[in-house]
């Protein structure tokens, strides 16, 4: 029973797991190539690009794009396709079915990261002739690969959340993105209200530190400052995403399509939440055009409010 689910979801997201084999090819691959004919131009740089191709931030950086789309195949096309239905009649515990997904995903963005680190070395020491650890440490790449894989991982439970939440394809795309990129609309819609709206500087540094480095997946990719901090944050938040995802995914809910979520009690409150981002940001584009006027940005607001509520009321609906 096992191998035909794994099979079947195999199937579902064949083109992303077919594009990331390219992709690793690649990354891991051609990569290796290029450094060893470039390798005597790269002066004090060759650690860094030695260590790029044993972990590759552009795997991890374009995965992430696939590995959504991945979740999205496997979730939210299978609900709107009504597959879904025939799963759930299974004799299979619905949790079960969700932890199958998830662990198809874990073990994508585990096993090709590897299997292209093991290449990358022996190209690089079998036909380049050189040793990779003259130049790198097993700490540091260990430490890399960390970042990259709890990056992506992060990326691909968040769009999994989205879908035991969703509708169908473009809700869970939606959710995705709005949850993927929460930190950063929070921050400009803060800085927004307290510049544009009430006048003020923004002095304290520990808000722009939390949600543009910490709070952000982000940095697990480009490893800006505060690495550390971030790693901590997201390793509770996957824990969050997952136990959710879980939970909301065995609900009754779910096995039903959506106009844009499975769960209608909660339309209401995304309709406020989305009016209120895009109020606000929509009216500091206006607000900066205007030379920060204070008066017309609450002007702006003023007159965005109605229109991205009616909106958003007609997109996703107040009640089912």
């Known amino acids: 029973m096992y191998k035909q689910l794994i099979r079947y979801h195999i ?14 090819v690649f990354s891991y691959g051609f990569g290796s190539y290029t450094v060893i004919d470039n390798f005597g131009t790269y002066n004090g740089m060759k650690t860094e690009a030695i260590q790029s191709v044993l972990v590759s931030p552009s795997f991890a950086g374009f995965g992430a794009i696939l590995i959504a789309v991945f979740a999205i195949l496997i979730l939210g096309q299978e609900r709107g396709s009504g597959r879904s239905l025939m799963l759930h009649a299974l004799p299979i515990n619905k949790k079960t079915l969700y932890w199958v997904k998830w662990g198809l995903g874990v073990v994508v963005l585990l096993v090709l990261p590897l299997l292209g680190f093991f290449v990358s070395w022996l190209i690089l020491q079998g036909l380049g002739g050189i040793n990779p650890f003259d130049y790198v440490t097993l700490t540091d790449l260990a430490f890399d690969f960390l970042s990259y894989f709890l990056f992506d991982l992060v990326v691909f439970s968040i769009f999994l959340l989205a879908g035991t939440i969703a509708g169908d394809v473009i809700g869970q795309l939606l959710l995705g993105l709005f949850f993927l990129f929460l930190n950063y609309l929070t921050f400009f819609a803060i800085m927004a209200v307290v510049t544009l709206g009430l006048g003020q500087t923004e002095e304290d540094g520990s808000l722009f530190d939390v949600l543009m480095t910490t709070a952000s997946p982000f940095t697990l990719l480009f490893q800006g400052e505060q690495l550390t901090s971030a790693l901590l944050f997201h390793a509770v938040l996957l824990v969050i995403l997952v136990s959710f995802g879980s939970l909301l995914y065995v609900r009754s809910e779910n096995e039903r399509l959506g106009r844009f979520t499975v769960f209608p009690k909660i339309h209401p409150f995304l309709i406020i939440v989305f009016s209120v981002y895009t109020t606000i940001l929509l009216a500091a584009v206006i607000g900066i055009i205007s030379s920060e ?3 017309l940005y609450w002007l702006a607001v003023a007159i965005l409010v109605w229109p991205a509520f009616s909106s958003y009321r007609r997109m996703i609906g107040w009640k089912r």
């Open 11 to 24: 199937k579902q997201g064949i083109w992303p797991l077919a594009s990331f084999f390219l992709l690793a």
């Open 293 to 295: 006027n204070q008066f």
